[in-house]
C-alpha cells in the first residue's frame, strides 16, 4: 500500500499565524492570489496590499528603501536612495489632475484610477478639503468636485 505524508520544518502555529496574516491584511479589491512558498532555507509569503493599500515594498528592489539614520553601539549608520532625475506626482497631485479632467469622478472610480484604496482616497480627500483645497457641491452621488486652490 502506497501512502502519502506531508511535514514541513516549521512548526504548524508558526505557518498557520503567515497565512492568517497574509489572508487578514491582504488587499480584496484585486483577485490576485495570495502565494505561499516554502523552500529548504526559509518561507516566503507574497499577497496583493499592504500597508495603507499601497502594496508592499520588495526588499531585493535594487533600490534602497529610505530610512532615517539608525544609531548602533555609539556609531551612525545612513541608508541613501538613488533617484532619477524625473519629477515624481504626490498622490494628492494625481487626485486633483483627475478631478480637473472629470469633476463629477467618484470615489471608488478615484480609487480604480489611481491604484489605491478607497479609505486612502478618503484619506487625501478629507485632508484637501480641510485645508481649503477642494469641496463637493451637490447631492453626494451626483455632484462634482470643485478645486479652490492648488
Same mark, same amino acid.
Given at each position: 500500500?502506497?501512502?502519502?505524508?506531508?511535514?514541513?520544518?516549521?512548526?504548524?502555529?508558526?505557518?498557520?499565524?503567515?497565512?492568517?496574516?497574509?489572508?487578514?491584511?491582504?488587499?480584496?479589491?484585486?483577485?490576485?492570489?495570495?502565494?505561499?512558498?516554502?523552500?529548504?532555507?526559509?518561507?516566503?509569503?507574497?499577497?496583493?496590499?499592504?500597508?495603507?493599500?499601497?502594496?508592499?515594498?520588495?526588499?531585493?528592489?535594487?533600490?534602497?528603501?529610505?530610512?532615517?539614520?539608525?544609531?548602533?553601539?555609539?556609531?551612525?549608520?545612513? +541608508?541613501?536612495? *538613488?533617484?532619477?532625475?524625473? $519629477?515624481?506626482? =504626490?498622490?494628492?497631485? @494625481?487626485?486633483?489632475? %483627475?478631478?480637473?479632467?472629470?469633476?463629477?469622478? +467618484?470615489?471608488? *472610480?478615484?480609487?480604480?484610477? $489611481?491604484?489605491? =484604496?478607497?479609505?486612502? @482616497?478618503?484619506?487625501? %480627500?478629507?485632508?484637501?478639503?480641510?485645508?481649503?483645497?477642494?469641496?463637493?457641491?451637490?447631492?453626494?452621488?451626483?455632484?462634482?468636485?470643485?478645486?479652490?486652490?492648488?
Amino acid at each position: 500500500m502506497l501512502r502519502e505524508e506531508t511535514f514541513s520544518k516549521y512548526p504548524y502555529w508558526a505557518t498557520r499565524e503567515l497565512l492568517m496574516n497574509a489572508l487578514m491584511h491582504r488587499d480584496y479589491e484585486t483577485n490576485a492570489p495570495v502565494q505561499f512558498y516554502e523552500y529548504d532555507d526559509r518561507i516566503e509569503v507574497q499577497n496583493p496590499g499592504g500597508l495603507y493599500g499601497k502594496g508592499f515594498w520588495n526588499r531585493n528592489h535594487p533600490k534602497k528603501h529610505p530610512r532615517k539614520a539608525k544609531e548602533t553601539d555609539g556609531t551612525t549608520q545612513e +541608508t541613501t536612495q *538613488e533617484t532619477d532625475n524625473t $519629477t515624481q506626482e =504626490t498622490t494628492q497631485e @494625481i487626485i486633483l489632475r %483627475i478631478m480637473e479632467e472629470k469633476p463629477e469622478v +467618484t470615489q471608488r *472610480e478615484l480609487a480604480q484610477i $489611481t491604484g489605491i =484604496t478607497i479609505n486612502g @482616497i478618503k484619506y487625501h %480627500i478629507k485632508k484637501m478639503t480641510n485645508a481649503s483645497i477642494i469641496k463637493h457641491e451637490g447631492p453626494t452621488k451626483s455632484g462634482k468636485w470643485v478645486i479652490k486652490r492648488v
